[in-house]
């Protein structure tokens, strides 16, 4: 079965340092998400990103937050200066299309320190 | 008005009983609508779409009520491996937008 696929499972960052989470969505998928998931909270969209462009983006993805897809087939998010508020699990999702529901990866656990 | 309210638990059940979990969602322009499952510190997992005319996938059962902006899902002859947290999560916005609600924990117990 197709699987989405996010690099580092875990990554421990000094706070105000930058951080680059990395997936590789399903190859035939054309929309590409991020959410994040505080400890005991509920899971959040950040940003959702269509024919090479973010197509929507919430309040918490705010400037320190960028998404790329360099080459076809990676999507990153990018954090520019990690906050201790940043600490989540962060998951990436993509679809083919709105029928579909989505497929999440296992997640990247960023702790800030 | 949360966007997504489930009750969150925990539903403590045994093994074999049915139980229901109900969703409300405010945006009454959502169209499409699915259940998703997490287990403890993983990603959640599609269970199933939730269609107009309801969608029944072995044990389980998922309806949709547009009138009342709520959807259902019951399992039925719960096991132990369906203890999780359960997630509601309608589709908002033009992009497919998928809004979860905080969840309902159920707990199976032997």
């Known amino acids: 079965e197709p699987e989405v696929t996010q690099t580092p499972s875990h990554q421990v960052t000094q706070m105000g340092q930058e951080v680059i989470l990395r997936c590789v969505p399903i190859?035939?998928?054309?929309?590409f998400y991020w959410y994040r998931q505080i400890l005991g909270q509920k899971v959040e969209f950040l940003v959702s990103?269509?024919?090479?462009?973010?197509?929507?983006k919430s309040e918490i993805f705010d400037d320190q937050f960028s998404v790329e897809r360099p080459d076809g087939s990676n999507f990153t998010l990018k954090i520019r200066s990690t906050k201790l508020e940043d600490s989540a699990m962060y998951f990436c999702?993509?679809?083919?299309?709105?029928?579909?529901?989505?497929?999440f990866g296992s997640g990247t656990r960023l702790t800030v320190v | 008005r949360k966007e997504v309210e489930q009750d969150p638990g925990p539903f403590n059940v045994p093994e074999g009983a049915t139980v229901a979990f109900n969703c409300t969602y405010s945006?009454?322009?959502?169209?499409?609508f699915f259940w998703y499952r997490q287990d403890c510190r993983k990603e959640p997992k599609l269970l199933m779409s939730?269609?107009?005319s309801g969608n029944e996938d072995g044990r389980f059962t998922a309806q949709l009520n547009r009138a009342s902006q709520y959807i259902s899902l019951l399992i039925r002859d719960s096991k132990l491996s369906d203890s999780a947290t359960y997630l509601c999560a309608p589709l908002a916005g033009g992009y497919n937008k998928l809004i979860f609600g905080a969840g309902t924990r159920l707990a199976v117990h032997p």
């Open positions: 990103f269509y024919n090479n462009e973010i197509s929507e």
């Open positions: 945006n009454s322009a959502s169209q499409s």
């Open positions: 999702a993509s679809t083919g299309g709105r029928d579909y529901g989505y497929t």
């Open positions: 190859s035939n998928h054309l929309y």
């Open positions: 939730v269609y107009s």
